[in-house]
C-alpha cells in the first residue's frame, strides 16, 4: 500500500515548514466531532465541511453544517431547518443541497449557497417536497440530483442545471432518484435508482453529452451510492452485485467499452468513493474486501483491496463520505471507533502521528518567491544538505505534481510547477536530517 507522506492537520500559514517523525498511520478525531450522522464533506475556503443531521459540532450549536479549521469546529451561519446530504463547490459558493426549507433563516428549497458570510436561495430551488443528494460542477454550471420534480418553476426531471442565472431540465431527465453525480470523460454521470434516462433503458447509470443521454452497457442491478473517475476509468459503489451483467459485489469499473468487477467487491453497501495517493478509496457499511478484513473503510491499489489498519470499527458504524484534505483522508458518517480510538462522526487517517510546527526561516530549507509564478527556489545551509535532499510537490489533494529539481550551486535549487493550475501546493523535502514540508502558493 503506498502510505501518505505527509499530514496537515492544523491552518498552514505561508512560510511555515513542519518537520515530522514518520511513525505509523493512525486513525484519529477531529476534536470533539459532531453529534449526529454526516452525509456528505467538502473542502471550502482552507477548511474541512461536513454536512448531515446533527445540531452540534465541537459541542457548540451547529444546524447540519459545520467546519473544521484544523483546532475548532464553527458553525457555518445559522445553518439550515433540516438535513443536508450533498457539498460542492461552485463560482467561489459553498452550494448545500438536502431536505431543507431555510439556510440562514431564509427561504431555500433543498438547495442554499454560502458565500463565506451568508447563505442565499439558488433561483427559488426545487418544488415543496423535494431532496438533492447530489451535487457536482458540469461544464461550468452547477447540476443538482436528487428527487424532485421541478427546478425554478421549470419541470425537472430529478436533475437539473444552474447556469448561474435560471435553472434548466437536462433533457427528459430520469425516472427515478439521483443520488450521485460525476463527470467522466467529458460527460455529465448520474448514478441513483431509475431505469430510464432521456426515455431509453438505462439500469441505475446513466450518461449526458449535453444533448442525449445514454446507458452503460446493461448497466448495474440495483442501486448506487457513489462516484469517482480516475486515470481513464469510472468506478461506482452501491447496494448492486452486477455490472454489465457479471457478478461485481457493491462496486465495480466502467473502462469506457466494459464493466469489470474490483477483486470480489465488498461484502456489503459502498456509500463513499474516493481518490487519494493515487488509489481509489471505498467506504461503507462492509467488513471485508476482496478476500481482506477492512472495516467499512478500503483501498484498491489496482491489483488487490488493502485495509487502512483497523479501519471503522463497530457493529452499527458506516461511511457515508470520503475526501483527500492537505495529504491526508478524511472518512465521515455514523463513525464512533476509528482505529482504536473514539471519534464523533468524523475522523482522518494519517501516516505521523506528531506535528511540530517551526519558523522556517530558522530551518535547514526555504522556499521562495512564495507566492511565486510556480518557479520556486529551494535553498539549504548547505550544498551537501540540497544535493542529498529528495524533492515532491504535491496538490491540496494528495496528488505528486512534480518529483525533480535542477541542482544549483551554494545549496540552492529549482523546482518549476508553472504548468500545474493556480492555487496551493506543498513542497515536501527529505534531507538525512529530517522530512520538512513547505505550504506554497502558485499564482
Known amino acids: 500500500m503506498k502510505k501518505p507522506l505527509f499530514i496537515f492537520s492544523l491552518p498552514i500559514a505561508i512560510g511555515i515548514t513542519f518537520h515530522f517523525s514518520l511513525l505509523a498511520q493512525t486513525w484519529s478525531a477531529l476534536g470533539s466531532g459532531v453529534n449526529g450522522q454526516i452525509s456528505a464533506i467538502a473542502v471550502y475556503n482552507g477548511n474541512l465541511v461536513v454536512a448531515g443531521d446533527f445540531d452540534s459540532a465541537g459541542g457548540n450549536a451547529a444546524n447540519y453544517i459545520a467546519e473544521w479549521n484544523g483546532t475548532s469546529w464553527l458553525p457555518v451561519g445559522t445553518g439550515m431547518n433540516n438535513p443536508v446530504y450533498a457539498l460542492t463547490v461552485y463560482n467561489g459558493n459553498l452550494i448545500a443541497g438536502g431536505y431543507f426549507t431555510t439556510a440562514g433563516g431564509n427561504a431555500a428549497n433543498s438547495i442554499a449557497a454560502w458565500n463565506g458570510s451568508n447563505w442565499a436561495d439558488i433561483g427559488g430551488g426545487m418544488n415543496g417536497a423535494s431532496t438533492v443528494y447530489a451535487l457536482t460542477v458540469y461544464n461550468g454550471n452547477l447540476i443538482a440530483g436528487g428527487s424532485f420534480d421541478s427546478a425554478g418553476g421549470n419541470r425537472v426531471n430529478s436533475v437539473a442545471e444552474w447556469d448561474g442565472t435560471s435553472w434548466s431540465a437536462l433533457g427528459y431527465g430520469i425516472n427515478g432518484a439521483a443520488t450521485a453525480l460525476s463527470v467522466y470523460n467529458g460527460d455529465l454521470i448520474v448514478t441513483g435508482g431509475f431505469t430510464a434516462a432521456g426515455g431509453s433503458a438505462a439500469n441505475s447509470i446513466a450518461g449526458w453529452d449535453g444533448t442525449t443521454w445514454y446507458s452503460f452497457g446493461k448497466g448495474l442491478n440495483d442501486g448506487a451510492f457513489a462516484l469517482a473517475a480516475y486515470h481513464g476509468n469510472l468506478y461506482a459503489g452501491g447496494t448492486f452485485t452486477t455490472a454489465g451483467g457479471n457478478p461485481a459485489n457493491h462496486i465495480a469499473m466502467w473502462n469506457g467499452a466494459y464493466w469489470s ?65 492537505y495529504g491526508n ?112 502558493v502558485k499564482q
Request: aromatic share 10%.
Open 329 to 440: 483522508l478524511f472518512a465521515a458518517g455514523y463513525i464512533d471507533t476509528a482505529g482504536n480510538n473514539s471519534v464523533s462522526n468524523v475522523t482522518e487517517w494519517q501516516e505521523p502521528a506528531g506535528v511540530n510546527e517551526v519558523d522556517a526561516s530558522t530551518e535547514d530549507i526555504k522556499v521562495y518567491p512564495n507566492p511565486s509564478n510556480g518557479v520556486f527556489q529551494i535553498q539549504a545551509n548547505s550544498r551537501w544538505l540540497m544535493a542529498n535532499s529528495q524533492v515532491e510537490v504535491y496538490s491540496v489533494s494528495g496528488e505528486k505534481v512534480a518529483n525533480s529539481y535542477q541542482p544549483a550551486a551554494n545549496g540552492q535549487s529549482q523546482i518549476d510547477i508553472s504548468n500545474q493550475p493556480a492555487g496551493v501546493y506543498f513542497v515536501k523535502v527529505l534531507t538525512v536530517k529530517n522530512l520538512q514540508v513547505v505550504r506554497v
Open 261 to 325: 468487477a474490483l477483486g470480489t467487491g465488498t461484502n456489503n453497501y459502498v456509500n463513499a468513493l474516493t481518490v487519494y495517493n493515487g488509489n481509489v478509496y471505498a467506504g461503507g457499511s462492509f467488513t471485508t474486501a476482496g478476500e481482506t478484513p477492512a472495516n467499512r473503510i478500503a483501498e484498491w491499489n489496482g491489483n488487490t483491496w488493502v485495509a487502512l489498519g483497523e479501519g471503522i470499527k463497530g457493529d452499527t458504524n458506516t461511511v457515508f463520505a470520503l475526501t483527500p484534505f
